[in-house]
T-cell receptor, first 119, second 115 residues
């Protein structure tokens, strides 16, 4: 299957600082990437849809000034959690769509996730 | 509104036995995809199996098969010959064919495979 790499896998930051999470598609071009947040023992909550070369589309209730998304190239999207607070501690997962032919363009390919802890 | 419901928060099965995970969904769309994703302790989401709604034949991938009942809006996952490596969270997911941005995930079922 397609490979999506997310970095870092774990990060601890101090309250008030910002942290950037990267999501890369390694073997395909991803014009669209998605950012999810997963609470403990819960399902995935879509935060925003990241489109290469344009502004991200945020889901209702997600603060776009707090969760900055940049999708500057066809293989890289970044999520920056600004002025992080302990309540932002969570597991963040990115996924990407492969627009190629066949079954690959029906599913989402996920990164490994990032465990963010704000202290 | 589209929703996905997994009514079994946690299940256990003995190694080598068969287990079925339930999923129901609600949609007014006629054409859509259904998925089962596995999230092992490593947290990497992995596609287990995919079903296209317009295909009546149930999808099968090795030890994994589904029972897709379109009229009942039911999409259960059967795992045969369970292995210790099958221990994971399993998420049922739905996506309309023409809207890739909208993946709807169920709340997940934690499967424990016991030796």
């Amino acid at each position: 299957g397609a490979v999506v790499s997310q970095h870092p896998s774990r990060v601890i930051c101090k309250s008030g600082t910002s942290v950037k999470i990267e999501c890369r598609s390694l073997d395909f071009q991803a014009t669209t990437m998605f950012w999810y947040r997963q609470f403990p023992k819960k399902s995935l909550m879509l935060m925003a849809t990241s489109n290469e070369g344009s502004k991200a589309t945020y889901e209702q209730g997600v603060e776009k000034d707090k969760f900055l998304i940049n999708h500057a190239s066809l293989t890289l999207s970044t999520l920056t959690v600004t002025s992080a607070h302990p309540e932002d501690s969570s597991f963040y997962i990115c996924s990407a769509r492969d627009w190629g032919q066949g079954e690959r363009n029906t599913e989402a390919f996920f990164g490994q996730g990032t465990r963010l802890t704000v202290v | 509104a589209q929703t996905v419901t997994q009514s079994q928060p946690e299940m256990s099965v003995q190694e080598a036995e068969t287990v079925t995970l339930s999923c129901t969904y609600d949609t007014s769309e006629s054409n859509y995809y259904l998925f089962w994703y596995k999230q092992p302790p490593s947290r990497q989401m992995i596609l287990v199996i995919r079903q296209e709604a317009y295909k009546q034949q149930n999808a099968t991938e090795n030890r994994f098969s589904v029972n897709f009942q379109k009229a009942a809006k039911s999409f259960s996952l059967k795992i045969s010959d369970s292995q210790l490596g099958d221990t994971a969270m399993y998420f049922c997911a739905y996506r309309p064919v023409y809207n890739f941005n909208k993946f709807y995930f169920g709340s997940g079922t934690k499967l424990n495979v016991k030796p």
